[in-house]
């Protein structure tokens, strides 16, 4: 039984995930862990699952801590107390979506050996229940955003500049504009209010949804635009001019203020060339998409950041958890030396093309087996995460969604990315016919 994608486990409401397979994953969990704190986003199914996952962990014995509607990197530091965190959310995905998330106490979600052995325990049915006398106790805690905060303006200093910040009525609500305010900024607030159905934007954070901040920058002439995602475990950026800045942009930059030469840095395949030049003397781990397999490769290669295009950046001196809250406010400090357009001016420019095609699950073998035999002879072929080929002029890379029905399709080349786009694409959508 495969339940975990690239980040927890995730899908449409009484669908994917029921009540049913939340309460069997509670008790998958409480076989081996003796105590939790669980949180969840604003999602309207979100109190409805987190639930069915507390009568699992109690029925296991499992004692349980509720800490409440949080963002995710907010309960990942909970998590440090307990011996395992839950975190019920979606993230990016649209309202319908719904999922589980687990954590260790480091912050780091729970790896590949970690999530088989839940998928085999639900799988088998193999649950312990406990005597009635024995069953978990369950109690809420108030303070978690409280000390998140605390964290992070311990880690950051005093920054006085005009932020706007859109939350994507998404859980960020709940801390980032009160600690960018602690930190000395004006903030004005887009979507700050929680709500599930997520009626001003889709939750995810990128270019095309962020409009409605694009123009607030310009017309309340602030420094810096910051954006969230349902969990606000991503944080997105728009610079004092309007400009949407790429993910590969802000690796780019977030790698040259935290590492040293000779570091090392990890990010997923699906990441550009302009991080390799940009940070030059630093070296650039590889990794399958997702943060969980990033943190992974950060914790063995023992690297000082890393972080994946998508809106997701770790800094483990903080925590193994993508942290948007962290990523902003350090991202205001960094913006109060040098104006993000500066910043950006500064990087090299490759021409990138991403898009997602439609892709049924069952199909997802078949197309795969369609790419790597139709691109293998175009040049040097990983297959770490999906098929990319390097090839003299750039790159491909064809990855089936860990989460959603799709195949995920990015090129890049230093000239004619339409040709080598359309290549692959044209070879998955022929594939499905």
Same mark, same amino acid.
């Given at each position: 039984?495969?339940?975990?994608?690239?980040?927890?486990?995730?899908?449409?409401?009484?669908?994917?995930?029921?009540?049913?397979?939340?309460?069997?994953?509670?008790?998958?969990?409480?076989?081996?862990?003796?105590?939790?704190?669980?949180?969840?986003?604003?999602? =309207?199914?979100?109190?409805?699952?987190?639930?069915?996952?507390?009568?699992?962990? %109690?029925?296991?014995?499992?004692? =349980?801590?509720?800490?409440?509607?949080?963002?995710? $990197?907010?309960?990942?530091?909970?998590?440090?107390?307990?011996?395992?965190?839950?975190?019920?959310? %979606?993230?990016?995905?649209?309202?319908?979506?719904? !999922?589980?998330?687990?954590? *260790?106490?480091?912050?780091?979600?729970?790896?590949?050996?970690?999530?088989?052995?839940?998928?085999?325990?639900?799988?088998?049915?193999?649950?312990?229940?406990?005597?009635?006398?024995?069953?978990?106790?369950?109690?809420?805690?108030?303070?978690?955003?409280?000390?998140?905060?605390?964290?992070?303006?311990?880690?950051?200093? +005093?920054?006085?500049?005009?932020? @706007?910040?859109?939350?994507?009525?998404?859980?960020?609500?709940?801390?980032?504009?009160?600690?960018?305010?602690?930190?000395?900024?004006?903030? @004005?607030?887009? *979507?700050?209010?929680?709500?599930?159905?997520? $009626?001003? +934007?889709?939750?995810? $954070?990128?270019?095309? *949804?962020?409009?409605?901040?694009?123009?607030?920058?310009?017309?309340?002439?602030?420094?810096?635009?910051?954006?969230?995602?349902?969990?606000?475990?991503?944080?997105?950026?728009?610079? /004092?001019?309007?400009?949407? &800045?790429? #993910?590969?942009?802000?690796?780019?930059?977030?790698?040259?203020?935290?590492?040293? !030469? #000779?570091?090392?840095?990890?990010?997923?395949?699906?990441?550009?060339?302009?991080?390799?030049?940009?940070?030059? #003397?630093? /070296?650039?781990?590889?990794?399958? =998409?997702?943060?969980?397999?990033? %943190?992974?490769?950060?914790?063995?290669?023992?690297?000082?950041?890393?972080?994946?295009?998508?809106?997701?950046?770790?800094?483990?001196?903080?925590?193994?958890?993508?942290?948007?809250?962290?990523?902003?406010? +350090?991202? &205001?400090?960094?913006?109060?030396?040098?104006?993000?357009?500066?910043?950006? /001016?500064?990087?090299?420019?490759?021409?990138?093309?991403?898009?997602?095609?439609?892709?049924?699950?069952?199909?997802?073998?078949?197309?795969?087996?369609? &790419?790597?035999?139709?691109?293998? $002879?175009?040049?040097?072929?990983?297959?770490?995460? #999906?098929?990319?080929?390097?090839?003299?002029?750039?790159? =491909?890379?064809? +990855?089936?969604?860990?989460?959603?029905?799709?195949?995920?399709?990015?090129?890049?080349?230093?000239?004619?990315?339409?040709?080598?786009?359309?290549?692959?694409?044209?070879?998955?959508?022929?594939?499905?016919?």
């Amino acid at each position: 039984m495969k339940l975990f994608g690239s980040s927890g486990i995730r899908g449409v409401t009484n669908k994917d995930i029921t009540v049913d397979l939340a309460l069997k994953v509670g008790m998958a969990l409480g076989r081996s862990k003796k105590s939790a704190v669980i949180g969840r986003d604003p999602r =309207v199914a979100g109190e409805m699952i987190e639930h069915a996952v507390i009568s699992g962990l %109690a029925s296991s014995g499992c004692r =349980v801590v509720r800490v409440g509607l949080v963002t995710t $990197p907010t309960l990942a530091y909970a998590a440090r107390d307990y011996d395992c965190g839950v975190m019920i959310t %979606a993230s990016h995905n649209p309202a319908e979506y719904v !999922g589980i998330k687990l954590w *260790n106490p480091d912050g780091m979600a729970f790896d590949s050996k970690q999530q088989e052995d839940i998928e085999s325990i639900v799988e088998e049915e193999d649950f312990v229940k406990v005597r009635w006398d024995q069953a978990g106790v369950i109690t809420s805690y108030s303070n978690a955003v409280r000390d998140h905060m605390d964290m992070i303006l311990k880690n950051v200093g +005093r920054v006085s500049m005009k932020v @706007i910040l859109d939350c994507g009525c998404g859980a960020g609500g709940t801390i980032t504009p009160f600690l960018l305010r602690e930190m000395g900024c004006e903030v @004005i607030t887009l *979507n700050s209010q929680l709500d599930g159905h997520f $009626p001003a +934007r889709n939750p995810e $954070p990128n270019e095309k *949804n962020l409009e409605l901040l694009r123009k607030a920058v310009v017309e309340f002439g602030a420094r810096l635009g910051i954006a969230h995602d349902g969990d606000a475990d991503r944080m997105m950026a728009v610079d /004092e001019k309007g400009n949407f &800045v790429s #993910g590969d942009e802000l690796l780019a930059i977030f790698g040259h203020y935290e590492c040293k !030469g #000779g570091t090392k840095v990890c990010v997923p395949v699906d990441t550009s060339l302009i991080v390799d030049d940009a940070l030059e #003397g630093s /070296e650039i781990v590889r990794t399958r =998409v997702g943060d969980v397999y990033v %943190a992974e490769e950060m914790k063995k290669h023992i690297t000082e950041f890393g972080g994946e295009p998508s809106g997701s950046w770790i800094f483990p001196r903080i925590s193994y958890c993508p942290d948007g809250i962290y990523a902003a406010a +350090r991202l &205001v400090e960094i913006v109060q030396e040098t104006k993000l357009s500066q910043l950006r /001016e500064a990087l090299p420019q490759y021409p990138t093309l991403r898009g997602t095609i439609p892709c049924a699950d069952c199909d997802k073998e078949k197309v795969m087996e369609a &790419v790597r035999s139709k691109l293998q $002879p175009m040049g040097t072929v990983s297959d770490i995460d #999906g098929i990319r080929v390097e090839m003299d002029n750039g790159w =491909v890379l064809v +990855r089936p969604s860990g989460t959603e029905p799709k195949v995920r399709v990015t090129a890049q080349a230093r000239d004619n990315v339409e040709k080598l786009y359309a290549l692959a694409e044209g070879i998955v959508k022929e594939s499905l016919k």
